[in-house]
């Protein structure tokens, strides 16, 4: 076979790579993930909050845009109304069969039995001794838990349960006492964490913090929803700030720095490479190598930047460029105007996370869309899990057909009159419909997490200063 002889411009193109790669593994040394690494297999357990998936959706998209490098997968094990008991039940069959090498846990919500609270203080000695006992079982179970993660070899992270809001001005029924109660499962998962030498992420606290104090100002406000359990997004986002923040997620997606002095370029530089500088006495122009992409904020996001330091501690994609002639500039980056900054502002540096019009942050939000359609599939796949550790649906599977499950639940729920009885049936109708796509389900999940990662893949960008008359 004739052997073919590179061009001169595949040979630059040979060199440029290499070089990016050098300096990729000089900024590994600086720049190590203190989250995952890859083939990391990590497993989120808990109840409805978990099995609503919000809090570690946005913990996955930072962990891709921020580490591309690096295949990690997240599997939700989440199972609406799961007290401690609820995830034992299913520790090999819905957990461990996802053969984790992280479990990441959260739970106690539906364990402190919140029908034995109401609206006011009670003194009822049965009523008390059956919170205490419901307590004493919780406790009593996750250490049962913990050990068996212990005894898996799973890494095992225990998370301090979100906030009940008993707080706040609204018009649903308040079982006071309840947030108190999660408060002691709080202070209990910290004496585990010290006795089995585990990692711990304090929701409560910070939760229950930024409730205090924004109430103070709005009777109303709350992270949490109408029904006093469930996080809105914005305490989910708040929840994911708290997660990042407590294994040290780094601060800088990167930051570029440019001066007449190319030497110190990429030394000052962080999580980036700098090449092909160009100065003249109207423009600069240079070629960057970032190695994450920026955090993309949507809408429903928006009011957690005011109550959590998010952009400045873990979003913070800076441009500095320093010696520039005085005056504005036009920034371009891959010829697409960006906004126009003066040479003040880029000598302090400018923070292009926040701007929406970048091609990293477009690249970002295609990560985010190819995850959003991951996990619509994986709320078919937990719902139909959820179903399927019903006690109840238990007692009819495999003895009638799927179809006439959902007539045995119905007179079921219509004696036992639940109050989520509705809610219930509406997941056993999405069972009926859903069933026979489950490997469809799981088959589109893979795909869509190649796709997310390969979206998240960085490439060179060429930026341009021009100054404006």
Not at 39 to 51: E, K, L
Not at 145 to 153: A, C, H, P, Y
Not at 323 to 334: Q, T
Request: charged share 20%.
């Amino acid at each position: 076979m004739k052997k073919t002889r590179p061009t001169l411009l595949g040979v630059i193109h040979i060199v440029f790579v290499s070089l990016l790669l050098l300096g990729n593994n000089v900024l590994a040394e600086k720049y190590k993930n203190p989250l995952f690494k890859t083939n990391d297999r990590v497993c989120f357990v808990g109840n409805s909050i978990t099995f609503g998936g919000e809090f570690h959706h946005n913990i996955l998209l930072y962990q891709l845009t921020r580490f591309p490098g690096e295949n990690v997968n997240f599997y939700n094990c989440g199972i609406a109304g799961n007290s401690v008991a609820g995830v034992l039940a299913r520790m090999d069959t819905d957990i461990l069969i996802n053969q984790p090498t992280h479990a990441i846990l959260m739970i106690g919500m539906n364990d402190v039995a919140r029908y034995l609270y109401g609206p006011k203080i009670s003194y009822n000695v049965d009523t008390l001794r059956m919170r205490e006992e419901a307590l004493t079982l919780y406790k009593s179970n996750l250490e049962k838990l913990v050990r068996i993660f212990i005894s898996n070899k799973v890494q095992l992270t225990l998370q301090k349960p979100s906030i009940y809001d008993q707080t706040a001005m609204l018009p649903t029924a308040n079982n006071l006492g309840v947030n108190d109660a999660l408060k002691n499962c709080a202070d209990f998962i910290e004496t585990l964490a010290v006795k089995y030498k585990l990692s711990v992420v304090d929701y409560w606290s910070i939760m229950n913090q930024i409730n205090i104090e924004q109430q103070k100002k709005d009777p109303s406000f709350t992270l949490i929803s109408q029904d006093r359990v469930h996080p809105q997004s914005t305490g989910h986002f708040i929840m994911a700030y708290q997660y990042l923040k407590t294994f040290q997620g780094p601060q800088y997606v990167s930051k570029i720095f440019i001066s007449k002095n190319q030497k110190r370029i990429n030394d000052l530089c962080q999580n980036c490479y700098v090449s092909k500088v160009h100065w003249s006495s109207k423009e600069l122009i240079f070629s960057v190598f970032e190695k994450s992409l920026p955090f993309p904020i949507v809408s429903n996001q928006v009011k957690a930047l005011e109550l959590v330091p998010f952009v400045a501690d873990l979003n913070q994609e800076i441009l500095q460029v320093t010696e520039l002639i005085n005056g504005k500039y036009e920034l371009l980056i891959d010829n697409k105007s960006i906004g126009s900054f003066t040479s003040i502002q880029l000598k302090e540096g400018i923070n292009l996370a926040l701007i929406q019009e970048t091609p990293q942050y477009q690249q970002a939000l295609k990560v985010r869309e190819e995850l959003d359609k991951l996990w619509q599939y994986e709320a078919k796949l937990r719902s139909l899990k959820f179903v399927e550790y019903l006690s109840d649906f238990q007692k009819y599977n495999g003895k009638v057909k799927t179809n006439q499950i959902r007539q045995k639940l119905d007179s079921v729920y219509s004696i036992q009159k639940k109050s989520s009885a509705n809610w219930i049936l509406s997941k056993v109708d999405e069972y009926v419909a859903n069933k026979s796509s489950e490997n469809l389900y799981k088959s589109n999940s893979e795909a869509l997490r190649k796709e997310a990662l390969k979206q998240a893949q960085p490439t060179v960008h060429t930026f341009k200063l021009i100054l404006k008359k």
